[in-house]
């Protein structure tokens, strides 16, 4: 089936001006490489703005309350990574909506997979508290979109940005009706995402983190995600696969400090592909988070385009993990074989 691509320059509103890292540049090199042809088919979806509702699926009331009334303001600073320009709210409603809208055509069998080129980022936003460039969770609402408006009972969020998604963690700690599996460098910033946060009550087990140090390459993270999300996934059966895709895994990226190269994230795509036909339909959406580095960018989104469309072979990427992260990752594996068949 066709893919889709949430690609809109609205999202270049938000724009915290010239130097900024997260600025609309980061949209622009994508929407050039993929205006230059791409070689399948794909339909462009125009995303709509995520409803005060929606956004409270996720965010207190009282703070998606306090960024709508700063809509339109200048410049805001919510912390000291976070702030808003007068195009901001719009924007993050955009984002929010887009990755709503796209669940829902790959629900409806109007597109079979898609990617959400959003921005501002959300894996970072807190229920009360914008965080990390993020304003609004896109991928937390568009799950509880799935659980509340299409009545689906398991949903799989896979997040290989280079942060840890604290605030997708937070938004169902406690709960298994959503899947949370991350990949990300530790310690580093947000400071979450330690081998041990696996969830609490009902939600115990159904929180995954997999801390690295840097320097983990395409076999590091291939080996990963095939041999510990992949027999979670066969084990939880997945409704539906998100993914908060940050390139900012890249080697070279500013903020990165891992070792990824377009064949990575290509295999990382494949092997989420994987999963999603064997256990969920083929319903799979990667939403953009992070990522710095132009060619990590536009090569890396490219290659997950290229996957979802069916018209390339997966790279050849061996899932062969080096002895440093094989040790890294033994704790992880220690404690969730309580929970899931590793």
């Known amino acids: 089936m066709t893919t889709g691509i949430v690609k809109d320059d609205r999202y270049l509103a938000h724009n915290l001006g010239a130097g900024h890292i997260e600025g609309p540049e980061r949209l622009e090199i994508i929407h050039a490489a993929i205006e230059r042809g791409l070689p399948f088919p794909c339909a462009l979806i125009e995303p709509r703005p995520a409803s005060r509702e929606e956004l409270e699926y996720i965010h ?9 009334r700063l809509a339109g303001r200048r410049y805001v600073e919510l912390d000291q990574d976070t702030s808003m320009t007068a195009g901001s709210y719009e924007a993050a409603r955009l984002a929010a909506g887009g990755a709503i ?10 597109i079979g997979s898609a990617v959400a080129l959003v921005r501002p980022p959300g894996h970072h936003a807190e229920r009360g508290r914008a965080q990390g460039f ?15 408006g299409r009545g689906l009972r398991r949903v799989l969020i896979a997040d290989w940005d280079l942060h840890h998604g604290n605030g997708t963690q937070n938004a169902f700690y406690l709960r298994k009706d959503v899947l949370f599996f991350s990949t990300h460098r530790f310690p ?23 801390p690295l140090t840097a320097g983990k390459g395409n076999e590091d993270y291939r080996f990963i995600y ?8 066969a084990a939880y059966r997945p409704e539906f696969i998100l993914v908060s895709a940050g390139f900012d895994i890249f080697a070279g990226d500013p ?11 290509g295999a990382l795509a494949a092997e989420l592909l994987t999963m999603a036909r064997d256990h969920a339909q083929g319903r799979i959406l990667f939403v953009l988070e992070g990522g710095y580095d132009p060619q990590g960018l536009s090569s890396g989104v490219l290659q997950v ?35 899931w068949p590793l």
């Open 226 to 233: 095939r041999n510990i999300l992949g027999p979670i996934a």
């Open 188 to 210: 580093f910033y947000p400071g979450s995402g330690y081998w041990n946060e696996v969830g609490e009550g009902s939600g115990e087990g159904f929180t995954v983190n997999v």
């Open 305 to 339: 385009l290229a996957q979802l469309s069916a018209t390339a072979h997966p790279p050849e990427v061996a899932a062969d993990a080096s002895l440093q992260t094989r040790a890294e990752i033994a704790p992880v594996l220690d404690v969730h074989k309580k929970y």
């Open 255 to 265: 903020l990165g400090g891992m070792e990824i190269t377009g064949d990575g994230f």
């Open 134 to 148: 993020c304003l609004f969770n896109n991928v937390a609402i568009a799950a509880e979109h799935l659980i509340r």
């Open 60 to 68: 207190a009331p009282e703070y998606v309350g306090l960024i709508s």
């Open 101 to 110: 809208r796209a669940a829902d055509m790959i629900m409806e069998g109007e």
